[in-house]
């Protein structure tokens, strides 16, 4: 499967659909408090969808025949979870927990993806550190992501800004172009070396989304299909944007 680049009447499309996340994501951010539950904000991100005409890129997705369909609008992934926690009503938030939530949405056709890790009250140093780290991760990644550049400068200035920080990149799972589908050419890991890969050119949408381990990269899935823990039980961060080159250089999607 080849890599689509994007117009800018599509990557305009993809904005809109990465406003809806944008949003849905600062109201996750304001309830982001002890004593709230992750089904409190799986409500609140099906109510924004209803209001503003907006499709789940989550809900029901089924990635291969063999897996159950994704019960859930959001991913929300509580301290050792990496990815794909299930919103529930018997998972209260406490102080001291990190949070990552995970949404996306269809708008128009077009897919917008984007994750961000929340701290809930005062948290310890570590996953302090661990947060501050994997979010510039991924600002580390977006300054690569250059005309005449190549893809997997992109997946080493992950890897070696969070190395160089004691921390860990999760192999098992990577980020995506992005477009019409919410997972498109290319793959775009978080690790290896630079200088290999497709050449990036304008018109180029991918989401790029660190995931970042305080112990081993190791990871393993729960017995509900979906659940991504690490097999240590340490922490993990997950940041994700979805983002566009163009002539002018990248353009963040998913931010507002
Ligand atoms: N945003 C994620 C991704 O990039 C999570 C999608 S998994 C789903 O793949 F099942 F929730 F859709
Ligand atoms: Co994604």
């Not at 089904?39 to 989550?58: C, Q």
Request: net charge negative.
């Amino acid at each position: 499967m080849h890599v689509r680049l994007k117009t800018r009447r599509e990557i305009e499309k993809l904005r809109r659909a990465n406003e809806v996340v944008a949003d849905v994501l600062a109201i996750c951010e304001e309830m982001a408090r002890p004593g709230v539950t992750t089904w409190e904000m799986e409500r609140a991100a099906r109510e924004y969808l209803d209001k503003v005409g907006a499709k789940s890129a989550f809900l029901n997705y089924q990635p291969y025949p063999d897996v159950s369909p994704y019960p859930a609008v959001l991913c929300t992934s509580p301290n050792d979870v990496v990815v794909h926690g299930i919103p529930s009503e018997d998972v209260v938030l406490e102080e001291g927990d990190i949070l990552s939530v995970d949404f996306g949405a269809f708008v128009d056709g077009y897919c917008g993806d984007a994750a961000r890790t929340f701290a809930i009250g005062k948290v310890s140093k570590e996953a302090q550190h661990l947060m501050e780290v994997t979010r510039n991760a991924l600002e580390a990644a977006i300054a690569q992501l250059k005309v005449g550049g190549r893809l997997s400068d992109i997946s080493h200035a992950v890897q070696s800004y969070v190395e160089s920080h004691g921390f860990n990149v999760v192999r098992d799972f990577v980020g995506h172009g992005i477009g019409t589908a919410m997972h498109e050419p290319p793959q775009v890991p978080n690790f290896g070396p630079p200088g290999r890969g497709i050449r990036l050119e304008p018109g180029l949408v991918i989401a790029i989304e660190p995931m970042v381990t305080v112990g081993s990269w190791k990871v393993e899935v729960l017995d509900d299909g979906w659940t991504v823990v690490t097999k240590d039980r340490k922490l993990a961060a997950h940041f994700e944007d979805s983002v566009a080159l163009t002539e002018e250089g990248p353009l963040i999607l998913s931010r507002k």
